[in-house]
């Protein structure tokens, strides 16, 4: 399909729904600078094509990206991005991301297996946030 | 009771009240009564002998209740050209005349229908590689449904009723098969019913749900309301009277230590002991088809009582 | 909807039109043939005023032509068993009759223009093939004077257009209550040999009360024309059927049958006056319909095997639009 800046894929297996999954794809799109602001969002019809979803499921979608102010629907045009998500500059992710990398290698050497990282991480979330509120 | 979501008059593309087939001495169905809003994709689903093809014939005019009333597009279902024109009916058994080609049904369609997009059907199967010009019996299994499907999606009906089409198909061609029937939606103006076994199926495509157990409606509705309105809740053994009384009990498991109770919430549940999680569509039709009857209280009591 | 039929049969339709091509050249060709053959024998014997044998003396066309005539008594039945059986039972059987009823097409048009197509292809069909042979039997007929007569009547006029719808009225309501197409090939073979077989020997002969003529057997009655004889025989004094006479026979009678007087003749001698008189109280009948019924008896029963035809429709009516298919 020609001039599609983003491809979704649906996990029918994943707990989150449809199309609350369609909606962390273009957020992280927009975090990653995949998308743009002005870049055209497929169509319903795209979408559905690709994904064999059902098309309310896309409309509702980009309806609660439009509610969040991130996208605007032009009527007989499309649905364009109109803002970023707040959050931290592009480069931020990819700097992040490696060196998140390196804890996990670092991890595995030291024998820590995948669930024992995530309950790591999963534990230092919680903490954080319990610092938050006290 | 069956809870039936009020829909406004004008937009049900299927409306049946009490509506039942009786053959000789087996009942078919009975006492079916269901609403599904246009724009819908629904999911008809339950075990074999249900009901679900009776009912799909029904709705298509191809046989007539014995008792209930349906309207189907706002009518009622009669052998004549205006309401054939308006549903499209895609049986189990693929009716294509094997030695004819793609291309030959296309002139047939012509023809036969009233309005007739024969344009839409060789784009879709020439999207699909599937050739025109070869007859129709040498084609795959899967081929032979799309070239089916966009026969029946030609004529542009408002309502297409599916009898399992994708029972037999590998994955591939079940995923392109849902995704040319949600596409034809997203286009406007078309309601589906897709009768089926898989529950995959149909949360990915599906909106609406019919669930057939016994013969009889379980369940009719949006998928997302009936998924926000059930949940498992899980706690200890102990006294369950007042939830059963504010709430509908759908299944009930009990150990000597701990009580599992598949619900339909009236209301928020607010019992500290219980923890409750959402369910997903796989649950709630499990649980429903786990019913041996008509649901009533005295027997899911008994069921736990027992043991 | 026309269309449809068309395109599903059009091959069998070609291989009919072959058929029937095929034939045509071949009785247009003999039966030329015969004709010029016919029309100077007609001038020699004129000439040389021995007409009245020629009958007896001619022989038309050849014995293979003439088989393949006879065996046009089975035509119309083709028709019905290999268009008719099949074309409903296989629809049926595979489903694709639901195909034009999922292109909006109700399902009383599709048979009434499926049975209809079919039936006005077999008539058709019927009609064609009896034109041929009845032109090409013409100087046959003028000759033999047997157009009246079983195996003759049956492939000429407008009978064998009744046979033609019967059979295929009769293949398609087999084909609507069996669907499957063997079996429905089967039945309606078996019921079209089994119907004609009873009207041709049972009915036909009573369409209209036969006449009975007596003679004296010194002036035998020979009825006009091309009559249809359906019994003939001496009777003596006392009423009874005198057997047929083969070897030694006086006027007919048979030697063990003569009266008393006769017996002296009974070894060769000229019979005596007393004789003659004996025999003059036994008479002989023929029992016939005479010629100029022969339109009525094709209209008669061209009336029953339609009206036949046209009860099988409506049973395959009944069949396939009340059944809950």
């Not at chain 1, 991005?81 to 060196?99: A, D, E, I, Q």
Request: hydrophobic share 50%.
């Amino acid at each position: 399909m020609g001039g599609q800046v983003i491809s979704f894929r649906v996990d029918g297996r994943s707990v989150a729904p449809p199309y609350l999954q369609i909606v962390q794809q273009v957020k992280q799109a927009l975090r990653m600078g995949v998308l743009d602001v002005g870049d055209k969002l497929p169509t319903v019809r795209e979408v559905v094509a690709a994904t064999a979803i059902n098309p309310n499921t896309v409309l509702k979608a980009y309806r609660d990206l439009e509610r969040d102010g991130l996208v605007e629907a032009r009527a007989g045009h499309g649905t364009f991005v109109r803002h970023r998500p707040p959050g931290p500059p592009p480069g931020t992710h990819s700097r992040l991301g490696r060196s998140l990398a390196r804890w996990v290698a670092e991890a595995r050497a030291a024998g820590l297996d995948d669930e024992s990282m995530e309950s790591l991480l999963r534990v230092a979330l919680r903490a954080e946030t319990e610092e938050e509120i006290a | 009771m069956i809870e039936v979501q009020a829909v406004p008059e004008a937009a049900a593309a299927i409306r049946t009240s009490g509506l039942g087939k009786r053959y000789r001495r087996v009942c078919a169905l009975s006492d079916c009564t269901i609403t599904v809003p246009e724009g819908r994709i629904s999911a008809l689903i339950g075990p074999n002998g249900a009901g679900k093809t009776t009912l799909l014939r029904l709705l298509a005019g191809l046989t007539r209740p014995t008792n209930g009333e349906l309207t189907v597009n706002g009518g009622i279902p009669r052998q004549e050209p205006a309401f054939l024109a308006s549903i499209g009916f895609l049986a189990q058994e693929i009716p294509l005349y094997r030695r004819l080609s793609a291309e030959d049904h296309i002139g047939a369609g012509a023809h036969l229908n009233p309005r007739w997009d024969g344009e839409s059907v060789r784009e879709r199967l020439t999207a699909l590689t599937i050739p025109l010009d070869r007859a129709v019996g040498t084609l795959s299994g899967g081929q032979r449904s799309q070239v089916a499907l966009a026969l029946t999606l030609a004529k542009r009906p408002r309502l297409l009723l599916l009898d399992e089409p994708v029972a037999a198909l590998d994955p591939l061609a079940r995923r392109n098969f849902l995704a040319i029937l949600a596409d034809a939606v997203a286009a406007g103006g078309l309601t589906v019913v897709l009768s089926s076994h898989l529950v995959a199926d149909a949360e990915r495509v599906c909106d609406h749900i019919i669930m057939l157990a016994a013969s009889r409606v379980q369940l009719c509705g949006d998928i997302e309301e009936l998924l926000a309105e059930h949940q498992l809740l899980v706690g200890p053994r102990k006294d369950t009277s007042a939830i059963e009384r504010d709430h509908r009990v759908v299944q009930v498991t009990r150990t000597p230590r701990q009580v599992t109770m598949f619900v339909r919430r009236c209301g928020p549940v607010i019992d500290p002991a219980f923890q409750a999680s959402d369910v997903s569509l796989e649950e709630v039709v499990l649980a429903y088809m786990g019913q041996d009857a008509p649901p009533a209280r005295a027997q899911l009591n008994s069921i736990g009582d027992n043991q | 909807m026309t269309w449809l039929v068309w395109r599903l049969h059009r091959t069998q339709l070609y291989i009919a039109a072959a058929l029937l091509a095929a034939l045509t050249i071949l009785l247009l060709v003999t039966g030329l043939q015969m004709a010029s053959q016919y029309h100077s024998a007609l001038a020699a014997c004129g000439a040389s005023h021995s007409c009245a044998t020629l009958a007896s003396t001619l022989f038309l066309g050849s014995h293979a032509v003439g088989f393949l005539v006879i065996m046009t008594l089975g035509v119309p039945a083709l028709f019905g068993l290999f268009w008719g059986a099949p074309l409903v039972a296989s629809e049926l059987e595979t489903g694709t009759s639901q195909f034009a009823w999922m292109q909006s097409v109700t399902r009383k048009r599709w048979l009434a223009v499926t049975a209809g197509e079919m039936l006005l292809a077999a008539a058709a069909w019927g009609g064609a093939v009896s034109a041929l042979v009845t032109w090409w039997s013409g100087p046959d007929n003028a000759l033999q004077l047997d157009q009246f007569k079983p195996g003759r009547f049956d492939i000429m006029g407008i009978v064998p257009v009744g046979y033609a719808l019967f059979a295929m009225a009769l293949g398609l309501c087999a084909g609507a209550l069996l669907r499957r197409s063997v079996p429905a090939l089967a039945v309606t073979l078996a019921g079209f040999i089994v119907v004609r077989a009873v009207v041709t020997i049972w009915l036909r002969p009573h369409y209209l009360s036969a006449i009975t003529v007596t003679y004296k057997l010194f002036s035998p009655f020979t009825p006009t024309g091309s009559y249809w004889q359906l019994a003939q025989g001496i009777r003596n004094p006392a009423g009874q059927l005198v057997p047929a006479a083969n070897g030694l026979a006086i006027d007919g009678i048979p030697v063990g049958s003569l009266p008393a007087a006769c017996a002296a003749a009974a070894d060769g001698v000229r019979p005596t006056a007393s004789c003659r008189q004996a025999l003059g109280a036994f008479h002989g009948f023929i029992t016939y319909q005479p010629a100029n019924r022969y339109w009525a008896f094709q209209g008669i029963e061209f009336g029953i095997f339609a009206a036949l035809a046209a009860l099988l429709i409506a049973v395959t009516a009944v069949v396939v639009l009340r059944r809950d298919v």
